[in-house]
């Protein structure tokens, strides 16, 4: 079922953050895994920047 500290840290999660289901082009996830990593990120982090500074360029008020 889970160790507590896992259980804990899921909790901590679902106060904490949103989760937004991504689904790609067959083929994309690979190509977006070796860049993350190319660029020294997780895919989470890489996707978290590309929209942030998406939004930024484009004006978003956030």
Known sequence: MGTSKTKAQNRYIDKAYDRINLTTIK???????AHAERCGESVNGFIN??????????????
Do not use: C, S, V, Y
């Open 27 to 33: 083929g994309d996830k690979e190509k977006i895994k």
């Open 49 to 62: 920047r590309a929209i942030k500074e998406t939004m930024e360029r484009d004006g978003a008020n956030t």
